[in-house]
């Protein structure tokens, strides 16, 4: 998770086994952008991933989202 002034990012990847290998990239999200309790995420790249789809990680593991990277 980074920390900036004015927001949170977290690094989320799909878990094994729901997409294929070459959809796992590390995705970023700005965690105040969420909604309470939500029944999905908006990455900043624009994908929505369902709950239970993801895990939140403690560093980008993988190939980077190179849309969320530049957008971030």
Known sequence: ????A??????IRYR????G???RVSHLIVL???????????TLCGTQIMQGEA???DHISGMPCELC???S
């Open 32 to 42: 105040e952008d969420q909604e309470f309790l939500p029944d999905h995420v908006t």
């Open 6 to 11: 004015t927001r949170t990012i977290v690094v």
């Open 55 to 57: 895990d939140a990680l």
């Open 16 to 19: 094994s086994g729901v997409v």
């Open 21 to 23: 290998e070459s959809r």
């Open 69 to 71: 990277i530049v957008r």
């Open 1 to 4: 998770m980074l920390e900036t």
